[in-house]
Every structure is written in structure tokens, then in C-alpha cells.
């Protein structure tokens, strides 16, 4: 059978397992063992590539991150945040609506999961909402659409992996990605203020209650300082940052503000640990699936089929990578996309001598808006089922906050310079700067 053939049967039966509802890393595995059958592929080699997808040390951090979101949702420390944002916007138009933006802008930096932050918002705002009137598909729509900043901002789970399979600096994506977070959170603070429902409005807190909620959130609030602090100074790697934040939230934050809660961390830790086996098995799955994609020359003949269309430029490749990436994570989630289509996004990154940092931010920035769009959107899909509603009308309702995205998806593309500022000025090796070898300072490529 010629490889072409054995892609698509691959490729076929993953999305054939997938609609009938097998989960995504059984789905991928089915097509690349079913698809290597027709190749001279042995399942030995398959069972190594699987293993060293995993076998990352970057990957790591993943699991203390979950455990910082497990820990501060089950803690019910997050209500402390969650009244920070309420002193801070809850007097706009569209109250509660406002908080929830600025709310996931906050906990984003503290989780780096967006389903984590979905199931937190659903748990602690949604009936609030609910009472005051919000239709539930705008509700739905909201916390699904604000959940996604997570997936930029550090410490993004998918920045991670991004990193570490891509062999692209985490920190630098972490701080690249603050930009176009910091836009999401923004734009859907404007749709709510002019095309939200009008909530309840609240009276203006004062100095003084503002103060008082900042100084009841400031111990979960150390948490990205900590986090931040660390990878950027050098003191911690990505990993070893997770591991002082858990710490500083089982040594200070929990004792100090919610001690009772001390009997249930073994309950969090096995329940963290539940959920790291998913995008573990998933990213072993993906591994596999794009080693075999490689392996039958798919990766080249996309990229060549891109290059044919925008040879050297960087926008267009950049832009057709979008649109790939956009309907592909349509069907499957960011991390088995990532792991699927590096070897391809690797060539094209050299191919537009585009930095590579930009690029992960533009390609995560794309995933991130592919979890809300049809017809997999799973953050979109866990949102309508927390609050209670039909996809479909919850989808109806995220239609106009896709414009957020997409003015962000462009503006990322054609601003490079300003996607990059801060991580040459923060750390200018992440970006691939250099030392001035005359002088102080440092030498950054165009």
C-alpha cells in the first residue's frame, strides 16, 4: 500500500473512532497500529516512539500544575479571587459577566488548564449568574471563551508541551503569551460592556474595599508571582517553579486560610494525578502518530503544498498555518495537534525564518480558538454541559465572541515585534538574542 494510502486510512479510522465517541488517545493509537500493519513499521518501535513522547523532563511541570489548580479550587481559596474581581469590575455593565473575564485573567496564572478553569468558573459563578439573569447560553459562552487565556499565559499547560516537543523556550513563550491573554480578557471585557446582558448594576467599591479584597487574595495571588519570579531570575526551571508553588500552597496558603482542608490532600493529590494520566497517555498517543506521519512523508508534502503557495513569506505561512490549525483543532484537542504537527511546523518556522517563539504563540493562540469552535469545542462543550444547556445554543451565543479572537489571531501575526517585546526585554535568550560581543547589551534578530 502506498503511504499516501496508509495516511488516510490512519487518519480515517481516528476520526472514524473519534465520532463514535472512543477517547482521543485510543482513537490515535487504533490508526497507528491498524495504519503500520501496512508498513514495514514493527509495534517494538512504535511502543519507543510512544515511551519517548512522554520521557521529557519539561513534561514534568504538568502535573504540579494541575495539583495548584486542584488545590486552590478544592481549597475554595478562589472565592478570595473571585471578590477581588468583583471590588474591581463588578460595577460595570454587565457585572458578573466582567468578573469572569477578569477572574480567569487571574486564576489562568495560577492553573494553566483550561479545563481547569472552566469547572472552577462553573462552580462558583455560574448560579450567581443565573440568579441575576443571565441567559445561561451567553453564560455558557462566556466562561468557555475567558477559559481559553489559560492556554496562553503562564503557566499554560499547552505552552509546555509546546516547548518541550518543539525544543522552543517555555519561558519565552510564557511571557510572550501575556499579550495576547492579556487581549483576549480585554476584547470580551468590551463585548460585555456593549453587547452583554446589563446584569446587576453595582455601586462603585471604594479605595478602601478594594484594598481589603487584594489583601484577603494576596497569599493565592503570590502564586504567579512565585511562579513568574522564579523561571524568570533563573532560580527554578519550569518544573521545579510547580513544585514551590504546590508547596507554598500546602505550607502557607491552605493552613492560613482554610485549614480544615488539610485531611483532603491526599484526595487532591490522587485526583491531580487522575487527571495528568489523560494528556499523558494522549501525548504518547499523538507522539506515535506524528512519528508515523513523518515516517510516510505527510509532513513534507504539506509543507511543501504551503511553501508552493507562500514560499518564503512569512505572514502567508504563517496565516495558512492558522487555517490548518483552526480546522484541525476543530477535531482534536491542542496537545495531540502540537505533537502531530511539529515536524511540519518546525520546517515552515525555518522555511519563513519566523521565530520560533512567535510562531508557538500564534499556533497556541489558534488552538485556543479551536476549543470553543464546532464541533469538537471541548471547553466549549464542558461549559454548555457545567451550566446546563444544548451545545448548539451555547455555540449561538460564542459566535460574536469569535471576532476577540480572530482581531487577536491577526493582530499576533502581523506584530511580531510587539508580541516579542517583552521577552527581549525580560529574557532576551528565550527569543534567540545573544550577547553584544563589543560591548553591553544584546543582538536580536530582525
Avoid at 509495534?43 to 519539561?58: N, T, W
Avoid at 468558573?121 to 445561561?136: F, I
Avoid at 451550566?387 to 480572530?406: D, E, H, R, T
Wanted: proline share 7%; hydrophobic share 55%; aromatic share 10%.
Amino acid at each position: 500500500m502506498s503511504p499516501a494510502l496508509v495516511l488516510g486510512l490512519m487518519t480515517f479510522l481516528f476520526l472514524f473512532f473519534g465520532y463514535l465517541g472512543v477517547p482521543v488517545a485510543f482513537s490515535l493509537t487504533a490508526g497507528v497500529i491498524i495504519g503500520s500493519a501496512f508498513t514495514d513499521v514493527t509495534y517494538a518501535a512504535l511502543v519507543q516512539k510512544m515511551f519517548d513522547g512522554v520521557d521529557s523532563e519539561a513534561l514534568l511541570a504538568i502535573p504540579f500544575f494541575l495539583l495548584v489548580g486542584e488545590l486552590m479550587s478544592s481549597a475554595n481559596v478562589v472565592q478570595r479571587v473571585i471578590n477581588l474581581s468583583l471590588s474591581l469590575v463588578g460595577h460595570l455593565k454587565g457585572g458578573l459577566s466582567q468578573v469572569v473575564a477578569v477572574f480567569s485573567m487571574f486564576f489562568s496564572e495560577m492553573s494553566g488548564s483550561t479545563t481547569a478553569d472552566v469547572a472552577v468558573m462553573s462552580r462558583t459563578l455560574c448560579v450567581s449568574m443565573k440568579r441575576e439573569g443571565y441567559d445561561p447560553p451567553f453564560v455558557a459562552a462566556i466562561i468557555a471563551s475567558a477559559s481559553t487565556i489559560a492556554a496562553l499565559v503562564p503557566p499554560s499547560i499547552t505552552a509546555v508541551v509546546y516547548g518541550a516537543v518543539g525544543n522552543v523556550s517555555i519561558a519565552g513563550l510564557f511571557m510572550a503569551g501575556f499579550l495576547p491573554g492579556f487581549m483576549i480578557g480585554i476584547g470580551l471585557m468590551i463585548y460585555c460592556y456593549f453587547f452583554g446582558p446589563v446584569g446587576i448594576r453595582r455601586p462603585r467599591s471604594s479605595f478602601g474595599q478594594v484594598g481589603q479584597a487584594t489583601k484577603e487574595a494576596a497569599l493565592p495571588l503570590m502564586i504567579p508571582v512565585i511562579l513568574l519570579g522564579g523561571i524568570l531570575t533563573g532560580w527554578f526551571t519550569p518544573t521545579e517553579a510547580g513544585v514551590v508553588a504546590v508547596s507554598w500552597i500546602i505550607l502557607v496558603v491552605i493552613p492560613m486560610l482554610n485549614p480544615r482542608h488539610i485531611r483532603n490532600l491526599p484526595r487532591d493529590f490522587c485526583y491531580a494525578g487522575l487527571i495528568y494520566s489523560l494528556p499523558l497517555i494522549t501525548i504518547a498517543a499523538a507522539t506515535a502518530f506524528g512519528w508515523m506521519l513523518a515516517y510516510l512523508r505527510g509532513a513534507i508534502v504539506i509543507s511543501d503544498f504551503i511553501t508552493d503557495l507562500a514560499g518564503s513569506d512569512p505572514h502567508l505561512i504563517m496565516l495558512l498555518l492558522v487555517l490548518l490549525f483552526t480546522i484541525v483543532g476543530d477535531f482534536i484537542e491542542p496537545v495531540p495537534t502540537i505533537i502531530i504537527f511539529m515536524p511540519l511546523v518546525n520546517a515552515l518556522t525555518e522555511a519563513g525564518s519566523i521565530n520560533p517563539v512567535h510562531m508557538g504563540v500564534v499556533l497556541i493562540l489558534t488552538l485556543a480558538f479551536g476549543l470553543i469552535t464546532p464541533p469538537y469545542g471541548l471547553v466549549l462543550l464542558m461549559a454548555s454541559k457545567f451550566v446546563g444547556v444544548p451545545f448548539s445554543k451555547a455555540l449561538k451565543a460564542a459566535l460574536p465572541i469569535y471576532v476577540v479572537f480572530l482581531t487577536t489571531i491577526v493582530f499576533a501575526i502581523f506584530a511580531p515585534s510587539v508580541i516579542l517585546w517583552l521577552p527581549k526585554q525580560v529574557m532576551p535568550q528565550a527569543v534567540g538574542c545573544f550577547k553584544n560581543p563589543s560591548g553591553t547589551g544584546y543582538i536580536c534578530p530582525s
